[in-house]
Structures are given as C-alpha cells and as structure tokens.
C-alpha cells in the first residue's frame, strides 16, 4: 500500500482522489491511501520534519512547498529523482531550479504559483511596462471611491518576502547570490525596501503591513484599489459578479522592472517527492509521474484552477477554456517565475528577512540598517548551519 | 524505635504516590528541557547530530539582541499591565464591598471577561481595532495599546475579586473604632484597609506578575509579537524557536531562561508573604 499526503480538502481533494482511483484501477493490486494534511504551511511542514526525523516511511509521496525541498534534500529525508529518470524538458524552467539541490532534482512540479500584478482595466490605460509607470499609474487611478493605489502582502509573514523578491528583482537585486553568499544587502535591495516604504501611507494604506493574502484580495474585490500584488487563486474569485464589484474590469500582468533590472514573479506551488525512507520508492515514483503527466495537470487546472508547470499545456486551447485566463499573459509570468533561495536553512533566513523587513517598513529602522542587520543574522545562520561560502 | 523506623517508612509509603506524580509532571518535563538545552538540536539540520555543547546556547542568549529586547517587552508588558490590573481592581473591590442592590448580579457580570479564554478575549479585542489596523498595529508604541488593554479588561476582574475576598476578612468594627478617633474616608482607607489588604494584593501580584511573565497567546494572536518584533515577549520568542525554526536546543534554553526568571520572582514573592504573616 501507497500513502500520499497533502492537500486533501475541498477540489483539491476532490480530483486528488478521482486521479488516485484511476491510477488504482490502471495498477491492479495497487492501494494508495490518501492522507490529509494541515493547509497552513507551517503545521504541515512541522509536521512532516516529525515523521522525517523518525524515519517513518509513510506517507510515501510527500507534496512540499517548493521553499522545503531543499531542506528535506540536504537532510536526506527524500530521494533524489535522477534514477527514475524522470523527463523534464516541459517544465518551466524556475520550477525545477527551485527542486534541485546540489545538481540533484529531489522533486517534481505539480502545480504553480506565481506573484501577479492585478490591474484596474477601467482606472489604468495599459499594463505598466516600468516601476515608473507602475508609479504613475497607481496614484492616477485613486478616487474617492478608489482610495488605495496599491496593496499587497505586508504583514510579517511570508507573503512579506515574496513581494519583496519582486521587487529587488525589479531593481536587479538578489536575496543569496549565486554563489550561495548572502546579497541582500546591495543598492538594489535599498531602493526595493525604499519603493515599497515609500508607498506606505501614499498610494498603500498602513494596513498592509497587516494584510495578508485575503485582505488584499478583498480589497481589490471591493473596488477600493487599483493595483493588487496576488497569487492567482484571487483570478477566479475576483471575477465572481455576485460577490466582486471587479467582475470583467481587472486584467493581470508581470510586476514590471526598473532599467537594469528584471521582471520576477515570485514563485510558490507543489512539488511532489518520494520520502526516503518508503519501501515502495518505484511504486511511489509510478504514481508521481501519473500524477504530473499532462492529462493529470490539465484536469487539476480544470477542477481546482490550479497552474500546470508544463509548458505545452499553455499552448492548450482546453486550458484556457479551464482558467478563463489570457494564456500568453499569465504564460509571460510563469516565464518570469523567480524561486526563493534555495536552500535547507530557507525558513530561518526568511524568518530574519521579515522581521528586519517589516522592522524597515514600519519606521523603525531605515531601509539600508534593516537591510544590514538582516545579512548579518542571515550570515550567522548559514554559517551555524555549515553552510556558509 | 523500631517502631519508630517503620513509622517513618510508612509516611514516606504515603507521600510516595504523591512525590512520583510530582516528579512525573514537573521535575522530568523540566529536567529534560534542561537536558535538550545543553544540545546543539536542529531538527531541520540532522546532518550537524546532537552534539552536547555545555552551556554554549545560554552564551549565545546573552549575546542575543532579540533575547533582551523580548525580556524589555516581557518586563514592560508585566509592569504596565499589572500595576493597572491591582489599581483597577482595588477600585472594583472597593465598590463591590459596598451593599447595593444587585450586587450579586455586577460580581458575577464581573467574571465573564476573565471566564472567556484568552485566545478568544484577544481575538475579540483584534476585531475590536481591525478597522484602525493602519493605526494600531503597525506603530511600535501604539502596538501595546490594545495588548495592554486586552490584558487589563481579561484580568481585572480576577484581581478585583482577590481583593474584594481580602477587603471581607477586615472586621468592620476597626473601621468604627478609627471613625470615632476622627479618622476620616481617606484615612481609614490608608491605615485600615490597606494594610490590612496587603497579604491579598501580594498574592494577587503573585498571580497575575507570574502569568504576565509568561504571555504568549494574548501577543500571538494580537499582534503576532509586532511590528517587526517591537511587541514579541520572551515566550513568543521562545516558542518560534522552538516551533517554527525547531531549534530544540536553543528553544529549550530559552524556556530554561523564562523558568529561572519566574522561578526567582515566586522565590522573592514567598519571602515578602513570610514575612508578612
């Protein structure tokens, strides 16, 4: 018997388990099991680090956020893809960058997410194709009714981290450079943090530094901003006419970039790897690649609205009729789809990001101090970890 | 005597149960947070093992800036909150002591606050300044605003009713006697009830400095120990480590570092209340 754990509520679950039961019926003898999981990152991964650490071989197929693969990698608790052979040529390439771990790809996209900017069609002339425009744009569009020029994810959390990826991105900035040194600390970190600073309490209410994800989003619903920094689940929910006052007047584009920069969209989503310790990895590797092959992943985008990593399927009339979106404009995103660092000690840096992040944005420290004490402590943890370059 | 021998042997067959369970649910927990502190323990790092390092994390907490800022937050949370609770509920006490119709009624009105658990009291104080989040949260010093107060509405009332049981136990003829040697309200109030009063605030500090000592769920759900960490208190801190970064060892210290500091605060309470009685 096969156990695969994750997101088992609601659609997610509901094509989980018809994908499950087709993969049982095409294996005769075959059992999969499938095994609910917490939503909220933080309990799941908690959660998973418990069973790893006792080498527990089930669940056998694990669906990870993409920022933990490459802690469960270096801690050995999954297995390297390699000897599966798995074919990877289709995926979008960020996608796999942010699964391999020392040169070795420990898991396999499932779906994908990606940081978008959501504009007011009705209040904006066109997609920004600048951080000037952007900046142009966001207080030309604010009225009585529409107060907020921009909104996005400010709260010390995760989320915080994500939009400021897009941003440094933006300016051409890094969090860790290549060589796996810390780089946040750079001029084009400062200006990020200072732009974002900067919106505070002109075009952004202070609220932000409050909001996450759904604040934003029904801020946006409710016609009170005219740029909103989102994941895509917000696609279909702001273009519900009973509950959105945006319903048809809002279109979505690649958070632009500053000369000498680049356009990034902050990549999240599943990936799926094989616990190390299971004693059925062939078997387990089996049902992953069911679980990715395009028919899978075009059906999950169908039932759960969920984005397919697979490049062909964005060449695929039968997905756009699936998502309702302009495939060529949320195809231009997820080809500027930028991972977070990777890395096992990912949640401790981040943990240090946001704070001396939100410490910047909240006043009480200037941008480029944050910015310095925060690579400090992010050195320190590298080197704790003997990581460090 | 050997009667005596067996005697004793007997009372200690009493208090044996008792000790063993004493052992099992505080000395053993207590015991191994001490243990696991003397570790180096990532569970997200398996490949540095579990080496001992002695006293290396309660080095690293003397050098660590958020380990002192959060006691600065734990020390002003507790003074602020419970100089405002005793204050506060010295007045309800003193009103409640008072005959009235419906006293019974406003007593047991009194207590529905501190009945409501914490998590719910701060999640009712959260919607309470939703709406000025941009106000509320997001500036350190105003950030204690709704902590502060959260706090003192839940509590007071336990403290009030504290007092109020201490303010019942003086005999009312200490008040009759003063008034005829022409002690005025004031003063019956500063040579009668409060020194009278003084063994039942001291426990009431004790309760409620101990408890404001140890905050985490009313910061955590309030303000999440921000913005930035400008509200985290040390249990806060302690409990990220421990459970979001899974840093065993240095979290272990860490509640090791709140236990010591709680522990020495019952210690100098015990003192004040010996030499009290």
């Not at chain 1, 939100?358 to 310095?372: D, F, I, K, Y």
């Amino acid at each position: 018997m096969l156990r695969i754990s994750g997101s088992a509520v609601g659609v997610e679950g509901e094509v989980l388990t018809r994908q499950v039961g087709r993969f049982m019926a095409a294996n005769p003898g075959v059992q999969v099991e499938t095994q609910r999981t917490p939503d909220d990152a933080t309990q799941r991964h908690q959660l998973y680090v418990q069973w790893l650490n006792a080498q527990v071989g089930r669940p056998d197929v694990l669906q990870l956020d993409v920022v933990w693969t490459a802690e469960f990698a270096a801690a050995g608790w999954i297995l390297p893809l390699d000897r599966f052979r798995p074919s990877t040529e289709d995926f979008f390439p960020a996608s796999l960058e942010a699964n391999r771990w020392q040169g070795r790809l420990f898991a396999l996209p499932w779906f994908m997410d990606v940081g978008m900017l959501y504009w007011r069609t009705d209040l904006v002339p066109r997609a920004p194709v600048s951080l000037d425009e952007l900046a142009r744009f966001a207080p030309a569009g604010i009225s009585d009714e529409v107060p907020y020029g921009i909104v996005w994810q400010g709260a010390r959390y995760e989320g915080l981290v994500t939009v400021f990826l897009e941003v440094l991105g933006a300016f051409g900035g890094e969090i860790l450079a290549e060589d796996g040194r810390v780089a946040v600390a750079s001029p084009a970190g400062v200006r990020a943090l200072e732009l974002l600073r900067g919106q505070i309490g002109k075009i952004a209410p202070p609220e932000v530094l409050t909001w996450h994800e759904e604040e934003t989003r029904f801020a946006f619903q409710n016609g009170n901003a005219v740029f909103l920094r989102n994941w895509p689940y917000a696609w279909p929910l702001l273009n519900e006419r009973e509950k959105s006052k945006v319903a048809g007047r809002f279109a979505v584009a690649l958070m632009p970039a500053a000369p000498g920069g680049r356009p990034s969209a902050a990549l999240g989503g599943a990936q799926l790897a094989i616990n190390a310790h299971s004693r059925r990895p062939e078997l387990a590797w089996r049902l992953i690649a069911f679980l990715t092959a395009p028919d899978q992943m075009l059906e999950r985008a169908q039932v759960a609205g969920q984005y397919p990593p697979r490049r062909s399927l964005w060449e695929d009339p039968r997905l756009a009729e699936a998502l309702g979106v302009p495939l060529q404009d949320v195809r231009r995103i997820l080809e500027s789809a930028t991972p977070r660092p990777v890395t096992p000690v990912y949640s401790e840096l981040s943990e240090t990001l946001q704070i001396h992040l939100h410490r910047a944005l909240s006043g009480q420290a200037a941008p480029e101090e944050a910015l310095r004490m925060a690579a400090r402590q992010m050195e320190e943890i590298l080197e704790a970890a003997e990581l460090a370059q | 005597m050997t009667g005596r021998m067996s005697d004793r042997r007997l009372a200690w067959a009493f208090v044996a149960p008792a000790l063993a369970v004493l052992a099992l649910i505080a000395v053993f927990p207590l015991g191994w947070a001490i243990w696991e502190s003397l570790h180096r323990h990532d569970l997200r790092m398996p490949w540095l093992g579990r080496p001992f390092v002695g006293l290396e994390n309660y080095l690293d907490i003397a050098a660590d800036a958020r380990f002192w800022s959060a006691l600065g937050h734990t020390v002003f949370f507790t003074a602020a909150s419970v100089a405002l609770e005793i204050g506060l509920g010295l007045v309800l006490a003193l009103a409640m002591d008072r005959t009235f119709r419906g006293r019974g009624a406003v007593r047991a009105a009194l207590l529905i606050p501190w009945a409501l658990p914490t998590v719910v009291a701060a999640l009712l104080w959260r919607f309470l300044f939703e709406p000025q989040a941009g106000i509320w949260f997001v500036r350190p010093a105003a950030a204690w605003v709704p902590v502060i107060l959260a706090d003192v509405w839940k509590t007071t009332p336990f403290v009030a009713l504290l007092l109020l049981a201490g303010l019942q136990g003086i005999q009312r003829d200490l008040y009759e006697s003063a008034a005829m040697d022409g002690a005025g309200a004031w003063m019956q109030f500063r040579r009668v009830t409060l020194p009278l009063l003084r063994p039942a605030i001291l426990v009431a500090l004790i309760f409620r400095t101990l408890d404001a000592f140890r905050v985490f769920d009313l910061i955590y759900v309030l303000t999440g120990g921000g913005p930035g960490t400008a509200t985290e208190p040390v249990a806060l801190y302690a409990f990220n480590t421990l459970f979001q970064n899974l840093r065993f060892g240095y979290g272990a210290a860490l509640s090791v570092v709140v236990f010591l500091i709680t522990f020495g605060l019952a210690l100098i309470y015990i003192r004040l209340l010996r030499s009290q009685s």
